[in-house]
């Protein structure tokens, strides 16, 4: 059974770029969340969709956005990107929202 | 909302050696999930074990065991006969059951284990 797949692995933009990152989620699961990890602020949720709806979101600012497709696949997108933005972005997918396997992680670097 | 604490930040082994990490939470509730995951250099987070509060027994998953102390709201996991492979940061995780309340999983910040040889 293949496990939680994200894309692309490594990823470099500029301040006020936009991105996309992408997650394919264990075949079966319907749940997927985003969580963002940075040295300073320690594994934050972003947001999680449980059958293309938006369950829960994190605190963060509008330019965090997502979406879930009807195959469970899900995108994160960054606007206008900032410095701070540059993280380890995670994604993690569970069968109803209780054991959550992740992904291997977008690195992303804004310059 | 759900406040997990991790309060070592490292931990050192000897190989072969028991260690043990701590983690408090503080929750209102009376069930919801508790784990505790692993993250290697790879930066690939990895399941260690999982504990449900509503079961008294301790998980344990090969040499990996937890001590869950549900009045205490403690969680530590036990890593027995350490190995070189055990080397990470390890998080401890809750994640609440209610569909009234967020499913996201809340962590600790970490705690870095080595393994010396």
């Known amino acids: 059974k293949a496990g939680v797949t994200q894309t692309p692995r490594y990823l470099i933009k500029t301040r006020g770029q936009q991105v996309t990152l992408s997650c394919s989620p264990i075949?079966?699961?319907?749940?997927v969340s985003w969580y963002q990890q940075t040295p300073g602020q320690g594994l934050q949720f972003l947001f999680e969709y449980f059958s293309e709806t938006q369950r829960n979101k994190g605190n963060f600012p509008g330019r965090f956005s997502g979406r879930q497709f009807s195959n469970s696949r899900s995108e994160m997108n960054v606007s206008t990107l900032e410095l701070g933005d540059s993280a380890l972005y995670l994604c993690?997918?569970?069968?109803?929202?209780?054991?959550?396997?992740f992904g291997q992680g977008t690195r992303l670097t804004v310059v | 909302a759900q406040t997990v604490t991790q309060s070592q930040p490292e931990m050192s082994v000897q190989e072969a050696e028991t260690v043990t990490l701590s983690c408090t939470y503080d929750t209102s509730e009376s069930d919801y999930y508790l784990f505790w995951y692993k993250q290697p250099p790879s930066r690939q987070m990895i399941l260690v074990i999982r504990q449900e509060a509503y079961k008294q027994q301790n998980a344990t998953e090969n040499r990996f065991s937890v001590n869950f102390q549900k009045a205490a709201k403690s969680f530590s996991l036990k890593i027995s006969d350490s190995q070189l492979g055990d080397a990470a940061m390890y998080f401890c995780a809750y994640r609440s059951v209610s569909p009234s309340n967020d499913y996201k999983l809340s962590f600790g910040a970490g705690t870095t284990v080595t393994v010396r040889a």
């Open positions: 075949s079966g699961h319907r749940s």
């Open positions: 993690a997918s569970s069968l109803w929202g209780n054991e959550a396997f």
